[in-house]
Nanobody
Framework: QVQLVESGGGLVQVGGSLRLSCAASGRTFSRSAVGWFRQAPGQEREFVSIIFWRDSSTLYQDSVKDRFTISRDMANDTVYLHMNSLKPEDTAVYYC?????????????????????WGQGTQVTVSS
């Protein structure tokens, strides 16, 4: 069984920073990518960022570009989301997700349903 565990969330003031972690455990599994999503109350889960395992390339949602950075630590099998210049609209539960197979013409990196494993989420609250 694969488990993803997020940590690092919390309460921060506007303009502050947080680093979220996503640690994998359980059985060994191959993955093509790990993504971060977030969900605010009453809203759908939305894509934030992704890192592709093959070449470490990354993508970001436009609203977090230049503020968030995704990275990975292969030795510890952990993916990080470094969040700077936080805004109240960044408040949400943040989830990491992993996909085993490569994305194809019928799957999309920004679509939650196209991921195989999910963590339980970590709350990020940005106060003004």
């Amino acid at each position: 069984q694969v488990q993803l565990v997020e940590s690092g969330g919390g309460l921060v003031q506007v303009g502050g920073s947080l680093r979220l972690s996503c640690a994998a455990s359980g059985r060994t599994f191959s993955r093509s990518a790990v993504g971060w999503f977030r969900q605010a109350p009453g809203q759908e889960r939305e894509f934030v960022s992704i890192i592709f395992w093959r070449d470490s390339s990354t993508l970001y949602q436009d609203s977090v570009k230049d503020r968030f950075t995704i990275s990975r630590d292969m030795a510890n099998d952990t993916v990080y989301l470094h969040m700077n210049s936080l805004k109240p609209e960044d408040t949400a539960v943040y989830y990491c997700a992993a996909r085993e197979g490569r994305f194809s013409s019928s799957s999309r990196y920004y679509r939650p349903d196209d991921y195989d494993y999910w963590g339980q989420g970590t709350q990020v609250t940005v106060s003004s």
